[in-house]
Structure formats: C-alpha cells, structure tokens
C-alpha cells in the first residue's frame, strides 16, 4: 500500500555539524507533508511543515526540501545540538479527504559532543 | 503542554481482559486522532474524530478495539480481550483550528499485555 519510509534508522552526528533526515513517500496525491520530533517517553511534536505547491521552507535552524519529482523529503538540522537527539517522523496526509496523517518509521538522531 | 491530557500514563493488563485508555483535549479544538506506536516503530493511525462527522475508523486494526467521544472533547479508547500484540503506546492528538493538519500529541498511554 501506499507508504512513507525513511532511508536511514540511525543517524549519530557530532554536535555542530549539520543534520540531514531523508524520507520518501509514493503517494503521489500527497500535499502535504510534516516533520515531527519526538524524544524519549514523549508525544511526537510539530516541528515544521510543507505543502506540495512549495520545494523548499525554513524555520529556526531547519529546513525541509521537497522534491515532488522523485517523491523525496529531508529535513536539514543546522549546527545540530545535543537537545536535537531524538526519532525523528515524516508524515503526509493520508488521503485528500481527510486530515490523519501517515507517519514513516522514523529516524533515531544521535548527537555526540 | 500540549493541551492532551492522558489517562492512565501506564497500563499492565493480563491477556483476555478489557482495557480503557482515555484523552481529555482541551475545549475548542473539534479533530481528535487516536495513534498507535510499537516499540520501534512509526505511528500507526486508528481513528479520527471530526465534530459531529461519523469518525474514520479506517484504522483500527480489529473488532476488539473501538472508541468514542463523548461531548465533542474526551475520548475513550477500548480495547476488549486484549492479546500480548496490543502492547504498544497509544497516543492521542488534537487537531489545530484552521487546515494546516499540525497535531498535539498528548504522552501518551503505554500499555503491556502479559
């Protein structure tokens, strides 16, 4: 069926460094696509969001690139920190119809000192 | 926070009995997602409430689950004759006003079947 993945599980950066979190989707009527942030024994949190009609969007240290062409989403994390350690979700609408979203597997991020 | 509280914050049930995992949004906010999460994994999406719309039950993943909401805010999530596979957190969330589809988890319930 219809799905989002992430390419990687694990991702371990040095602090400082910049973040890339990669995830593909193939629902092609997808418009809409949400990064979430979730760390340890906690609720998933919105970190930023992108609608099909856009390629590129910026936030406080992030941003995420959509590439429609390939069905291709990243986040970028800049000069990542130790608080940006968490699994990390992609997520899209799940149909054109409704609002509930179809999260991927999600993406450990590791930062070490 | 948030603004999702949920109840109980951990659950260990034995297999083959009734479980109630309940969210309690606060006022105003009309879309309600119940979220499923195994060790390791995404969130699996079980049922959506949307004001008075019948909920999209889509996801629930047998007949032993089901929810309701009651007045438009709190929900419960049911679970009869739990199996040791029910084990996962489950997670609630509320809908934003407006379109943009952004969520608000609450922590979530865990819940361990033995």
């Known amino acids: 069926g219809e799905s989002v993945g992430l390419h990687l599980p694990t991702l371990s950066v040095q602090e400082g460094d910049n973040s890339i979190i990669n995830c593909a989707y193939s629902?092609?009527?997808?418009?809409?696509f949400i990064w979430y942030k979730q760390e340890s024994g906690k609720g998933p949190q919105f970190i930023i969001d992108?609608?099909?009609?856009?390629d590129k969007r910026q936030g406080q240290r992030v941003t995420v690139l959509l590439n429609k062409t390939v069905k291709h989403l990243s986040l970028q994390i800049a000069a990542t920190q130790p608080g940006d350690s968490a699994v990390y979700f992609c997520?899209?609408?799940?149909?054109?119809?409704?609002?509930?979203?179809?999260f991927g597997k999600g993406t450990s991020l590791l930062v070490t000192p | 926070g948030a603004g999702v509280s949920q109840s109980p914050s951990n659950k260990v049930t034995e297999k083959g009995k009734d479980v109630e995992l309940r969210c309690d949004p606060i006022?105003?906010?009309?879309?309600l997602y119940w979220y499923r999460q195994s060790l390791g994994q995404g969130l699996e999406f079980l049922i959506y409430?949307?004001?008075?719309?019948?909920?999209?039950k889509s996801g629930l993943p047998s007949d032993r689950f089901s929810a309701e909401r009651t007045g438009g805010s709190v929900s419960t999530l049911t679970i009869q004759r739990t199996q040791q596979e029910d084990s996962a957190v489950y997670l609630c969330?509320?809908?934003?006003?407006?379109?943009?589809?952004?969520?608000?988890f609450g922590e979530g319930s865990r819940l361990t079947v033995l």
């Open positions: 409430f949307q004001g008075n719309s019948a909920p999209d």
């Open positions: 969330a509320r809908g934003t006003r407006g379109n943009t589809g952004e969520l608000f």
């Open positions: 992108i609608r099909s009609n856009m």
């Open positions: 997520a899209e609408n799940k149909d054109d119809s409704g609002y509930a979203l179809n």
């Open positions: 629902n092609s009527a997808s418009d809409y």
């Open positions: 006022s105003g906010h009309t879309a």
